[in-house]
């Protein structure tokens, strides 16, 4: 049986990620990159798909774990009959290889330990040519090589690195697993002590640079600032989504996504975030990623891209794994790349726009990228898409896409009409956008609008309600006090809420359904803010802080009768929703709307 997501905890060396469970067992790690094959993939399947545990080979009377301060840098405490013993697990940042550090601590008496590292590449399925010699044991297949080096002997049986060993208090026993390419020699070894100092220094410098006065909920914040920062490939600037595929968004379901990538959905939430945190270093790298990314024909801009920016991520299933507790296929690659989606352009003009107001340089490529935008979304904006949910079904004429056309021509006409900036197009064609930019708002104001609902609609002509519409007042399309915007969200709140929780849509009447959104939970509260309803917003804030595991992590959705997270794990559009509403919560911000 697949252990809760809340079980898990993230390390992370700003290249790739891995989980590791509240037992002591990494179950997830893709080497040498987020989006690369997994060599543990228990996580979607079985302890034979690949992990490493490290934990007592007594019954556990008690154990418990934290976070070293504001850090990646985990600690699992054990105890047993004869006493008790720390796991100090972490990824030093990545320099030139990878590796996973593991420090044992004896606290009391004598502990016996169990090492059990069963390497499966492929996504669990290839188990590795392995040879032990001394303290090290080395593995190879294909492209990869492992090496692992222990304060002991180590012995090889059946594709399984076992050992067992005495704790006794006061002693610290190192293991180092590192990755190489299998055509080179072994990555060197690495001081375990010296590593542990580093990234202890190098995360608490990194949040230190955080004024805990500008927000709501410093705390949990900081927790939220460490993930996405965990989550930034530092080679390209690109933040995934997720460091996981395939978590179920419904248990027994088919809802299991590949989210090892860069959506350029998140573009604005993670400039906002970035800026208003005073990450304006790695705001800028985003900013230049995403130029990178879409650089060349507009036509050609996908909804999402590789850390690297790269384009091609045909999507196959993992016959090999049975997935999350059954819920199958287990996918990697997204076909939802290549989707048609309107909106994707609003969000680059977007986040260009909001990383100029907050001070980022500009770049030389941004003027010729933001004009090739516009005249082609000039030429389709009428056209339907499959919305920001990336819907598998037939396309639409989407309200909160054709939303997002307009906050294209928007925040070109409020760059061009900037006083000082240099004009690409002359007077005439901007009076062209202009008067496009009221067309789209006035379309969608007469078709998005459903007077029998009283409310907004997911698309034209529809009946459905879509919690992407709460984005309207945010991005300054309507104000939220818009007598429209205001029966929008109070219909929102009275029909999308299940435990105070917002969900993207209503709940599918036969089989599995989808937990409540927890983005969309904050971006409820972001609402009620602008309508100067604080109290209310603060409770719809501390409600989706209340479901976060213990140590601060939100997946994508969380199953109220189940009282589960669900979704991939740990997801950045949701911690860069705290970090936005927490932020707001506490005073005015550099927002998407324009002020």
């Not at 990314?293 to 045909?314: C, E, T």
């Not at 983005?519 to 509260?525: H, I, K």
């Not at 213990?550 to 740990?570: I, M, Q, R, T």
Request: hydrophobic share 40%.
């Amino acid at each position: 049986m697949s252990k809760p997501i809340e079980d898990y905890a993230l390390l992370g060396d700003g290249e790739t990620a891995a989980l590791v469970s509240r037992d002591g067992s990494i179950d997830w790690l893709c080497w040498p990159r987020f989006d690369d094959d997994a060599c543990f993939a228990a996580l979607l399947g079985t302890p034979e798909n690949g992990h490493w545990s490290m934990a007592p080979v007594a019954s556990v009377i008690c154990q418990s774990r934290r976070y070293q301060q504001d850090t990646l840098v985990m600690e699992t405490d054990f105890e047993t009959e004869d006493g008790a013993v720390r796991v100090i697990d972490f990824m030093p940042m990545r320099t030139t290889f990878s590796s996973v550090v593991r420090i044992v601590v004896g606290l009391r008496g004598r502990v016996n330990m169990r090492s059990t590292l069963r390497l499966r590449f492929d996504y669990g399925a290839l188990p590795p040519w392995s040879t032990a010699e001394g303290d090290s044991m080395v593995a190879k297949v294909g492209p990869d090589l492992v090496i692992l080096r222990a304060p002991m002997p180590l012995e090889v049986k059946s594709h399984v690195t076992e050992t067992e060993f005495e704790v006794q208090a006061g002693s610290r026993l190192a293991f180092v697993m590192s990755y190489g390419p299998s055509h080179l020699p072994p990555p060197a070894a690495i001081d375990a002590e010296a590593a542990l100092l580093a990234t202890r220094e190098f995360w608490c410098n990194w949040i230190g640079r955080f004024d805990d006065s500008k927000t709501h909920r410093p705390h949990e914040v900081r927790r939220s600032l460490l993930t996405l920062k965990a989550l930034i490939h530092q080679s390209s600037g690109g933040l995934i989504a997720a460091p996981t595929t395939s978590l179920p968004e419904a248990p027994g379901g088919k809802m299991n996504w590949d989210y090892r990538y860069c959506w350029l959905r998140d573009a604005s939430f993670t400039l906002g975030a970035l800026l208003n945190a005073g990450f304006h270093g790695e705001a800028q790298a985003w900013r230049d990623w995403l130029l990178r990314a879409i650089a060349g024909s507009p036509d050609r801009v996908r909804i999402m891209y590789r850390v690297d920016g790269a384009r091609h991520l045909a999507e196959w299933t993992v016959d090999a794994l049975p997935g999350y507790r059954y819920s199958q296929p287990v996918r990697v690659g997204n076909a939802a790349s290549t989707q048609h989606q309107i909106d994707v352009f609003g969000e680059v003009l977007d986040c260009l726009d909001l990383a100029r107001r907050g001070g980022v340089p500009a770049s030389e490529q941004e003027a010729a990228v933001a004009l090739k935008i516009v005249e082609h979304l000039a030429a389709m904006w009428d056209s339907e898409g499959s919305g920001v949910w990336e819907s598998r079904a037939e396309p639409r004429h989407y309200t909160y896409s054709k939303v997002m056309a307009w906050v294209a021509f928007d925040r070109f006409i409020r760059h061009h009409e900037a006083s000082g900036t240099v004009r690409t197009v002359d007077r005439q064609a901007l009076d062209r956008i202009v008067a496009l930019r009221s067309k789209i708002h006035e379309q969608v104001c007469r078709d998005g609008w459903n007077e029998g609902l009283g409310s907004f609609t997911q698309h034209y002509g529809g009946q459905e309600l879509d919690a992407s519409l709460l984005l309207l007042p945010l991005m300054g399309f309507l104000p939220a006090d818009d007598p429209r915007m205001a029966a929008t969200i109070a219909t929102i709140q009275r029909e999308l809420s299940e435990g105070g929780l917002i969900r993207r849509t209503k709940a599918r009447q036969g089989g599995p359904s989808e937990g409540v959104f927890l983005a969309c939970s904050c971006w409820m509260a972001d609402c009620l803010i602008l309508q100067g309803r604080t109290d209310e917003a603060r409770a719809q804030f501390e409600r989706v802080l209340a479901v976060s595991n213990d140590l601060g992590l939100l997946s994508e959705e969380y199953n109220v009768p189940g009282k589960h997270l669900a979704g991939n794990f740990p997801q950045a559009l949701t911690h860069l929703a705290i970090v936005n509403t927490a932020l707001n919560l506490c005073g005015p911000t550099l927002n998407r709307g324009g002020s």
